[in-house]
């Protein structure tokens, strides 16, 4: 639904809610769903039920061509490998069951253009009606490629790109050339039927860390010329010593999980025009640790919110493991301050041997996507550390494995396309 969208709804004569038929069919909102609801200063905020599967992650392959100083692969010790076709057709024909069709999305913690029959795979998801995406490095990106993935019908391709000199892109992206990328990244743009909407759209993924950082406005330049119609920041996730030294947002993290009004001071700001003095005022608050209220509305996010239980969506490794997101797919540490959490991954069960919609409505796992929307965690991010925040098996408020206090896409710091 458009944002702008004016749809409306009515308190009945029995006191109940009723909304149109569009939003009923949108959010999934049959007989019997379970809603949460916030009520805040002045409004009620219906999240959508974690009922609804709008999106699914699919890891094609967890192997990768490159040698990137920000990858998981520097903390894991786990077989590499491809997704058999007979797994992605498990997929496919449990997702024909879905209405509406949830977005197909491929990435995970490899390279999907490694795989040879990753266009066909697109064609697939797409017979079903899905909106499908795909991640890249774009150094496969090759003409052949190209043409390949534009007639199967891929709606958005998303390029990794953390740098805008040679020298910043390949001291990330070991391995690679930021100028053969950029080539590869026109010729795609080229080749895409005419249009006022082209499709395959373009999205630009950049992590920041504090050695490109500065590159970020010259990325942003780069990507008006790519005809790029998102750009999506993140922030790097420190899997090693020498990332932590990298990171940009240790400040906010001893901020969340608490009200502002506890641990820092709060400025309300009203609307204005958006002046180099207004800014500078602005860039002084944040750099404080200020809580910033613009219209009564806390900028900095109060509580934390996994997007991936929010936004519907769930994950499957290359070997057809089901997964609630992608942080909890594979094994891995990193670091939390100065310390070494180590993160187990939760696997529901394989495709290959359930639907992937069964196991998406198991009740262990729909009880565990309830817990997650209220965020029933121990602040592990905020607070000094114990020993439980070593990992996620179990916290100090009593919630057992998998816990997410510690999770910095629950923070708003890290994100995903």
Same mark, same amino acid.
């Given at each position: 639904?458009?944002?702008?969208?004016?749809?409306?709804?009515?308190?009945?004569?029995? +006191?109940?809610?009723?909304? %149109?038929?569009?939003? &009923?069919?949108?959010?999934?909102?049959?007989?019997?769903?379970?809603?949460?609801?916030?009520?805040?200063?002045?409004?009620?905020?219906? #999240?959508?039920?974690?009922?609804?599967?709008?999106?699914?992650?699919?890891?094609? =392959?967890? &192997?990768?061509?490159?040698?990137?100083?920000?990858? !998981?692969?520097?903390?894991?010790?786990?077989?590499?490998?491809?997704?058999?076709?007979?797994?992605?057709?498990?997929?496919?024909?449990?997702?024909?069951?879905?209405?509406?069709?949830?977005?197909?999305?491929?990435?995970?913690? +490899?390279?999907?253009?490694?795989?040879?029959?990753?266009?066909?795979?697109?064609?697939?998801?797409?017979?079903?009606?899905?909106?499908?995406?795909?991640? =890249?490095?774009?150094?496969?990106?090759?003409? *052949?490629?190209?043409?390949?993935?534009?007639? @199967?019908?891929?709606?958005?391709?998303?390029?990794?790109?953390?740098?805008?000199?040679?020298?910043?892109? /390949?001291?990330?992206?070991?391995?690679?050339?930021?100028?053969?990328?950029?080539?590869?990244?026109?010729?795609?743009? %080229?080749?895409?039927?005419?249009?006022?909407?082209?499709?395959?759209?373009?999205?630009?993924?950049?992590?920041?860390?504090? #050695?490109?950082?500065?590159?970020?406005?010259?990325?942003?330049?780069?990507?008006?010329? $790519? +005809?790029?119609?998102?750009?999506?920041? %993140?922030?790097?996730?420190?899997?090693?010593?020498?990332? #932590?030294?990298?990171?940009?947002?240790?400040?906010?993290?001893?901020?969340?999980? /608490?009200?502002?009004?506890?641990?820092?001071?709060?400025?309300?700001?009203?609307?204005?025009?958006?002046? /180099?003095?207004?800014?500078?005022? !602005? @860039?002084?608050?944040?750099?404080?640790?200020?809580?910033?209220?613009?219209? +009564?509305?806390?900028?900095?996010?109060?509580?934390?919110?996994?997007?991936?239980?929010?936004?519907?969506?769930?994950?499957?490794?290359?070997?057809?493991?089901?997964?609630?997101?992608?942080?909890?797919?594979?094994?891995?540490?990193?670091?939390?301050?100065?310390?070494?959490?180590?993160?187990?991954?939760?696997? !529901?069960?394989?495709?290959?041997? *359930?639907?992937?919609?069964?196991?998406?409505?198991?009740?262990?796992?729909?009880?565990?996507?309830?817990?997650? *929307?209220? $965020?029933?965690?121990?602040?592990?991010?905020?607070?000094?550390?114990?020993?439980?925040?070593?990992?996620?098996?179990?916290?100090?408020?009593?919630?057992?494995?998998?816990?997410?206090?510690?999770?910095?896409?629950?923070?708003?710091?890290?994100?995903?396309?």
């Amino acid at each position: 639904m458009n944002k702008k969208s004016k749809n409306t709804g009515y308190i009945d004569n029995s +006191g109940r809610i009723v909304v %149109s038929p569009e939003i &009923r069919s949108q959010y999934g909102l049959t007989p019997g769903t379970k809603l949460f609801i916030e009520q805040g200063t002045n409004s009620l905020t219906v #999240r959508q039920p974690i009922t609804l599967l709008k999106k699914v992650y699919v890891e094609i =392959t967890n &192997r990768c061509n490159l040698g990137c100083c920000t990858c !998981i692969r520097n903390v894991w010790d786990e077989p590499c490998d491809i997704m058999p076709q007979t797994v992605f057709d498990c997929i496919i024909k449990s997702l024909q069951t879905v209405s509406p069709s949830p977005t197909v999305f491929f990435g995970g913690l +490899g390279e999907p253009l490694l795989h040879e029959h990753v266009t066909e795979m697109i064609k697939q998801a797409k017979t079903i009606g899905s909106r499908v995406e795909l991640i =890249t490095n774009a150094t496969l990106l090759n003409e *052949q490629m190209s043409r390949s993935l534009i007639d @199967s019908g891929l709606d958005m391709l998303w390029v990794s790109m953390d740098g805008a000199t040679q020298e910043s892109y /390949a001291d990330v992206r070991v391995g690679a050339s930021l100028d053969r990328v950029v080539q590869k990244i026109k010729f795609f743009r %080229s080749a895409r039927p005419l249009s006022h909407v082209p499709t395959p759209e373009i999205g630009i993924a950049f992590v920041a860390m504090r #050695r490109n950082i500065s590159d970020l406005p010259a990325v942003m330049r780069m990507a008006k010329t $790519f +005809g790029a119609s998102r750009l999506m920041v %993140s922030n790097v996730i420190p899997y090693t010593g020498e990332l #932590r030294k990298e990171t940009l947002f240790p400040r906010l993290l001893k901020k969340t999980g /608490a009200k502002p009004s506890q641990w820092v001071p709060n400025i309300k700001i009203p609307k204005t025009y958006n002046t /180099a003095e207004f800014g500078d005022a !602005i @860039s002084e608050a944040v750099s404080r640790g200020w809580n910033l209220l613009f219209g +009564g509305s806390n900028l900095n996010e109060e509580n934390p919110c996994c997007p991936f239980i929010e936004d519907g969506t769930t994950s499957v490794g290359w070997d057809g493991s089901l997964s609630p997101c992608l942080p909890l797919l594979h094994d891995h540490t990193f670091f939390l301050g100065d310390r070494k959490r180590l993160i187990k991954k939760h696997i !529901i069960g394989n495709v290959a041997d *359930q639907p992937l919609v069964s196991l998406w409505n198991k009740p262990e796992h729909v009880a565990f996507r309830e817990k997650v *929307q209220r $965020f029933d965690f121990s602040p592990c991010t905020a607070c000094g550390g114990c020993e439980r925040s070593l990992g996620n098996m179990e916290d100090c408020f009593g919630s057992s494995f998998p816990t997410c206090g510690g999770c910095l896409w629950a923070q708003g710091v890290v994100q995903c396309p």
